[in-house]
C-alpha cells in the first residue's frame, strides 16, 4: 500500500532531524555509560539487531565491539541510505530498509536486540507489535535494551537556562491565539519553531483543533515534539503501558533504569570518564532504559 501524503511528510521530517541530530558531535553520548559496559559485556561474539538503525550509529558501535554479525533496518529509504554510507570497513554488518509490524527476519535469529527512543514513533498498532517482533527474532535467553522517554518527559518543558518561565508560557498561549484552528503541518512547524527558550517540548491539538501544550495524554496519542534542532511528529506511551506490552508478547523485564529526576540523569551523566556532556545533554528529558530478555 503506497505511503500516505501525511505519512511521507512526517518520514521527511524524521528524515531531517535525524540528519541533523547525528551531526552533533555528543549524539547518543548520554547513553554511553550504560551501554559502553553492555557493549563491553554481551556484544562480542554475538549476533546483534539494530532496530530502527537510523544512521547506524549503534550498530557500528556494536561491529566495533567485536560483534559476530550486525543486522541494522529502518523503514526510511534515506537512514539506511545513509547508514550504509557510513560504514567503511565493516564487512559483517548488513542495514537494509525494514517494517517492525514485520521485522525482515526469521524467527530466533538474534543474540543481542537494541533498540533507542523507538516506541515514541509508532503509532499505537505498530508500538504493540514492536514487542512482539522483538521476541519472535531473538533466541531463546537473548536480551534486549528498549529506551523510551518516561512519562514525565511528555508533559514538562524543558528551557534554556535563565529563561522565564512565566514569559515563556505567555509565549506559547500568544502562538496557539494565533494560529488558525486546525493548522497545517507546516504551520504547526513554524509556530513552535518560534519558542526560542524551549530546548524540549511536547504539544498536542485538542479536540477543537487548537494547539497545546501536552498535558493529559492517553496512549498512542500523536504529539508534535519541539526539540532545539527541529519539530516532528512523536507519539505518547506511559511506562505502564511499555511493561504491559513486554509481558504481553512474553518477554523477560530482567531490569528497568528509571531517570526521571535531573539530579539522577546528572549523576547518570557523570559516571561515563570518557565523555564531558555539555549542558544540553545534561539536560536531557527523563528516559527509561528496558533490560529485556526471551525466556
Known amino acids: 500500500m503506497a505511503a500516505s501524503h501525511q505519512e511521507n ?8 532531524y535525524f540528519q541533523k541530530v ?8 548520554f547513553l554511553m555509560p550504560t551501554m559502553a559496559k553492555y557493549l563491553k559485556s554481551e556484544i562480542p561474539g554475538k549476533k546483534v539487531l539494530d532496530i530502527g538503525c537510523a544512521t547506524g550509529h549503534w550498530s557500528y558501535q556494536a561491529a566495533e565491539h ?27 554488518v548488513k542495514i537494509q530498509v525494514g517494517d517492525i ?12 536486540a537494541v533498540g533507542f527512543y523507538i516506541p515514541c ?10 514487542f512482539r517482533e522483538l521476541y519472535r527474532v531473538l533466541v ?44 497545517s503541518q507546516n504551520e504547526i512547524v513554524d509556530a513552535l519553531k518560534s519558542l526560542d527558550e524551549v530546548i524540549e517540548g511536547n504539544f498536542t491539538l485538542d479536540e477543537n483543533g487548537y494547539l497545546q501544550r501536552a498535558c493529559n495524554l492517553t496512549n498512542g496519542e500523536a504529539l508534535w515534539a519541539k526539540t532545539q534542532i527541529i519539530t516532528f511528529p512523536n507519539n505518547f506511551y506511559d511506562d505502564q503501558f511499555i511493561q504491559q506490552q513486554c509481558n504481553a508478547a512474553g518477554l ?18 557523570n559516571t561515563n570518564p570518557e565523555v564531558k556532556l555539555d549542558q544540553d545533554i545534561t539536560d536531557t528529558p527523563p528516559f527509561v532504559m528496558y533490560h529485556l530478555s526471551k525466556p
Request: proline share 4%; glycine share 4%.
Open 9 to 16: 511528510y512526517e518520514s521527511s521530517l524524521i528524515n531531517n
Open 22 to 29: 547525528t551531526n552533533e558531535p555528543q549524539f547518543a553520548a
Open 66 to 92: 567485536g560483534a559476530k554479525s550486525v543486522d541494522g533496518f529502518d523503514i526510511q529509504e534515506e537512514m539506511v541510505e545513509l547508514a550504509k554510507k557510513a560504514n567503511f570497513k565493516f564487512r559483517n
Open 101 to 112: 509490524m514485520c521485522m525482515p527476519y526469521d524467527d530466533n535469529t538474534f543474540d543481542v
Open 121 to 130: 514513533a509508532l503509532r499505537l498498532e505498530a508500538c504493540i507489535k514492536l
Open 140 to 183: 531463546p535467553g537473548g536480551k534486549a535494551v528498549v529506551v523510551t522517554h518516561s512519562s514525565p518527559a511528555f508533559e514538562k518543558l524543558f528551557l534554556r537556562d535563565g529563561a522565564d518561565k512565566t514569559a515563556v508560557e505567555e509565549k506559547i498561549t500568544t502562538v496557539s491565539k494565533n494560529l488558525k484552528q486546525r493548522p
Open 252 to 269: 523477560n523485564i530482567d531490569r528497568i533504569e528509571n531517570y526521571y529526576t535531573e539530579e539522577r540523569r546528572i549523576a547518570y551523566n
